[in-house]
């Protein structure tokens, strides 16, 4: 089941993730096998880099759309999550798995990111909960360890890398485990999408997917949230030729009629699809009103995204 780098694109030999999207609140199972092919784009492949780091993974719808990755490493006897978007949900899918918590990795201080610290911590005492530096207004409930760009975070066996990812809010940042390659980027990249601006900037916001985008393509992304299929119907709006993007967007149509899971993703397919990626893609330029520059182009998608008003062409 070993992959090489770059392999994952033409593998015959992908797990398939089996995702139970039951009711709100339920959680949805990351089941790997070896049986299907990985011509969906999304967890399957995905699927493959997990479990060759030993790391197995519950998937948690909580709230009306928010996921909380679980991930348990039983080499190290470490469980940690991203983000706390409730509680309760959290614990009933550690209690079924008999884990542990040890780890809350928060990105960013919104209440559906955060909202289940302190329950959490009252259940596990011995959890550590990392976030980043307290600013105006941005503070993290709980936080025991501070982080900021370039710091490590050492979950039993596993390292994440801090990356400040600023834009979505001020402060967001993702963890970036190289060994996987993994990366939790909350709020800031979605698959096929990216967070709307608040308390950050477009600028910051574009640097920051920059960084992201930077990342080796098989990186297993888990984002926070399950936009997907709105996401790619607007993905085709901006690069409607782009033929990855469609075949792209039918595999999500097909994910979400069977009410899978649209994360994890891998880089790579962000990529090649994600228009919050491919600012200096020409069609995409084209698109965003004959812009060149990096950070002009994403903040006319974006606002484009944010207001349903294409951005008007340049004369
Ligand atoms: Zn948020």
Redesign the pocket.
């Known amino acids: 089941m070993a992959m090489r780098r770059g392999d994952w694109r033409h593998s015959a030999v992908a797990a398939a993730i089996t995702a139970r999207a039951l009711t709100q609140r339920s959680h949805v199972l990351l089941r790997a096998s070896s049986t299907s092919a990985s011509s969906e784009g999304m967890g399957s492949s995905a699927c493959v880099a997990l479990q060759n780091a030993g790391l197995e993974v519950e998937l948690v719808q909580c709230l009306s759309d928010n996921y909380c990755p679980i991930f348990h490493h039983a080499a190290s006897n470490v469980t940690f999550v991203m983000d706390t978007p409730e509680a309760s949900s959290i614990a009933a899918a550690l209690k079924k798995k008999g884990w542990t918590l040890t780890h809350i990795l928060n990105t960013?201080y919104?209440d559906?990111?955060v909202g289940g610290n302190m329950d959490l911590k009252a259940q596990f005492p011995g959890v550590q909960i990392v976030g980043h530096r307290s600013s105006e207004g941005e503070a993290i409930p709980g936080v025991d360890l501070e982080v900021c760009e370039g710091d490590e975070v050492q979950c039993g066996a596993l390292r994440a890398r801090v990356l400040e990812v600023g834009g979505?809010?001020a402060s967001h940042i993702a963890y970036f485990f190289e060994e996987v390659p993994m990366a939790l980027t909350?709020?800031c990249l979605f698959t096929l999408g990216c967070?709307r601006v608040?308390t950050g900037d477009f600028v910051r916001m574009q640097a920051s997917l920059g960084k992201l985008r930077a990342l080796p393509d098989e990186t297993v992304v888990f984002c926070?949230h399950e936009y997907t299929a709105a996401n790619a119907d607007f993905a085709v709006k901006v690069e409607p030729q782009n033929v990855a993007l469609q075949a792209r967007r039918e595999a999500v149509q097909r994910l979400r009629s069977a009410r899978q899971a649209t994360v994890p993703t891998l880089l790579g397919y962000e990529k090649a699809t994600n228009p919050f990626l491919r600012w200096d893609v020409p069609a995409v330029q084209q698109a965003a009103g004959g812009l060149a520059d990096a950070a002009q182009v994403f903040t006319a998608i974006r606002r484009w995204k944010d207001t349903g008003n294409p951005p008007a062409a340049r004369l």
Request: no cysteine; proline share 0%; hydrophobic share 10%.
């Open positions: 960013h919104h559906d990111h979505h809010t909350g709020d967070g608040f926070s």
